[in-house]
T-cell receptor, first 114, second 112 residues
Framework: DGGITQSPKYLFRKEGQNVTLSCEQN?????MYWYRQDPGQGLRLIYY???????QKGDIAEGYSVSREKKESFPLTVTSAQKNPTAFYLC?????????????FGEGSRLTVL | GESVGLHLPTLSVQEGDNSIINCAYS??????FIWYKQESGKGPQFIID?????DKRQGQRVTVLLNKTVKHLSLQIAATQPGDSAVYFC???????????FGSGTRLQVQP
């Protein structure tokens, strides 16, 4: 079945460590996104990529980095520069970027900093 | 700045009743709106969408109403079931923007 796979589902990190969250999609979608969700809040855009080898900062990109070397993959690295990284991270994709259709979401990765 | 928000953080309804979840948006240029459902610990799931050239769209047990005059969006769920319990988000964007902007969500609790 087509879909978006995020891993790991749960991740614990010590302060000062970088961690990378994986996101893979087999929907042949051009655009991919990373959102952060904090308890009781909506989703905030971290980074997005509308095409391979290109990506743009979202509203809260500081302390995060991404790459888009393959159409199917859009990994997110949470660096030690991110001051409050504990959150639920959601990856999504869409056929095209912008206002052209719905986002399909993965099941999320919950990161906890110890 | 432009934002999308929700009037009620929690809505509690009896099983079988109809539910109405509201959303206000401030970007007058928004032309595409989506409702998502998020169950605990999972990613959001698409429910229904509507474009600004429409004021009503119906799906299976769900209806979305759009009032562009007052920049208001609502999701109606008919005959609410326990499986409808979740957090519901509205999201919006306009042509040329980079991604959807999400509201803060409304938790729907269905009482048996």
């Amino acid at each position: 079945d087509g879909g978006i796979t995020q891993s790991p589902k749960y991740l614990f990190r010590k302060e000062g460590q970088n961690v990378t969250l994986s996101c893979e999609q087999n929907l042949n979608h051009d655009a991919m996104y990373w959102y952060r969700q904090d308890p009781g809040q909506g989703l905030r855009l971290i980074y997005y990529s509308q095409i391979v080898n290109d990506f743009q900062k979202g509203d809260i990109a500081e302390g995060y980095s991404v790459s888009r070397e393959k159409k199917e993959s859009f990994p997110l690295t949470v660096t030690s520069a991110q001051k409050n990284p504990t959150a639920f991270y959601l990856c999504a994709s869409s056929r095209q970027g912008g206002s052209t259709g719905e986002l399909f979401f993965g099941e999320g990765s919950r990161l906890t900093v110890l | 700045g432009e934002s999308v928000g929700l009037h009620l953080p929690t809505l509690s309804v009896q099983e079988g009743d109809n539910s109405i979840i509201n959303c206000a948006y401030s970007n007058s240029a928004s032309d595409y709106f989506i409702w998502y459902k998020q169950e605990s610990g999972k990613g959001p799931q698409f429910i229904i969408d509507i474009r600004s050239n429409m004021d009503k769209r119906q799906g299976q047990r769900v209806t979305v109403l759009l009032n562009k005059t007052v920049k208001h969006l609502s999701l109606q769920i008919a005959a609410t079931q326990p499986g409808d319990s979740a957090v519901y988000f509205c999201a919006e964007t306009d042509t040329g923007r980079r991604a959807l902007t999400f509201g803060s969500g409304t938790r729907l609790q269905v009482q048996p």
